[in-house]
């Protein structure tokens, strides 16, 4: 590859990880799957997770509670190209989520989870995808969960 088509793939890759954060936080969740290869495979190295299959990523992100409001923040985003059509990335996330959002601003709270993401990408008629995403977690905890807006507010 010469320089300009490394730099446009590599772009491309990070754009791609960027997108599926965004995705989950402010779009429909279950699109997320669409940024996966067909054979597309999410993994947690914990707890052994494995979701493969654009429908099964749709049905598993689209599982999320409706209340459930959230922000990733992605750093660190390393890409690696392995050839013209497939790339390897490493990513440092943040996550901050609670369930029971019922609108308007939280005070702040601390994260419950920071990890990295270690990805496969492919390239597939023109277009950079997920085909396999593997998530570790160095800190993590449970999503806390809003009591009623009536009741937050009371004196």
């Known amino acids: 590859m010469d320089p300009l088509e490394r730099l446009i793939a590599e772009r491309a890759c990070e754009r791609l990880v960027v997108e599926f ?9 279950g699109d997320v799957a669409e940024l ?9 190295a914990e707890g ?3 979701i493969a299959g654009r429908d099964a990523l749709r049905a598993y992100f689209g ?22 059509s497939t790339a390897t990335a490493s990513t440092y996330f943040t996550t901050y989520r609670v369930d029971g959002h019922s609108g308007g601003m939280l005070p702040p709270r601390l994260p419950v ?4 993401y270690e990805d496969t990408l492919r390239e597939a008629g023109g277009r950079w995808l997920l085909a396999e995403r593997a ?4 800190f993590g905890g ?6 009623p807006a009536d009741v937050r507010h009371r004196p």
């Open 21 to 29: 954060v965004r995705t989950l936080d402010l779009g429909e969740p």
């Open 36 to 44: 996966f290869t067909p054979d597309g495979v999410w993994e947690w």
């Open 48 to 50: 052994n997770r494995r």
């Open 63 to 84: 599982a999320r509670p409706a209340d459930r409001l959230s922000r990733r923040l992605c750093t660190n985003i390393l890409v690696t190209l392995t050839s013209a």
């Open 113 to 116: 989870q920071v990890g990295r």
């Open 135 to 138: 998530l570790f977690l160095d």
């Open 142 to 147: 449970p999503t806390e969960r809003l009591e």
